[in-house]
Nanobody
Framework: VQLQASGGGLVQAGDSLRLSCVVSGGSFSSNGMGWFRQAPGKEREFVAAISRRGDSTDLADSVKGRFTISRDNAKNTVRLQMNSLKPEDTAVYYC?????????????????WGQGTQVTVSS
């Protein structure tokens, strides 16, 4: 199983970005998916997760109302739409595939991780 994240970049505060993560190998629709991020000098933290069918999501309080997670099972892709970006959103963003059909806000619930994509938000 491989996860390839893309879509990061350098933007200004208030701008939007859409991250994508394409998963190859395994059965994409059988697993929940999540996004995590790690800012410099900080531990990795949960951002968003989505159920295997895409009918249920969970978002960190810090991004609720600004970020949306979605998935396209036909394209083996999970996306993170990020609006109204803030400098504190600056981090490396990682997509991850859960170890089972569930989704979780806990890192240990994920078995596979992408390589990360850098998001930098300037003030």
């Amino acid at each position: 199983v491989q996860l390839q994240a893309s879509g990061g970049g350098l933007v200004q505060a208030g701008d939007s970005l859409r991250l994508s993560c394409v998963v190859s190998g395994g059965s994409f629709s059988s697993n929940g998916m999540g996004w995590f991020r790690q800012a410099p000098g900080k531990e990795r933290e949960f951002v968003a997760a989505i159920s295997r069918r895409g009918d249920s999501t969970d978002l960190a309080d810090s991004v609720k109302g600004r970020f949306t997670i979605s998935r396209d099972n036909a394209k083996n892709t999970v996306r993170l739409q990020m609006n109204s970006l803030k400098p504190e959103d600056t981090a490396v963003y990682y997509c991850a595939r859960s170890a089972g059909g569930f989704y979780s806000a806990i890192e240990s619930g994920y078995a596979y991780w992408g390589q990360g994509t850098q998001v930098t938000v300037s003030s």
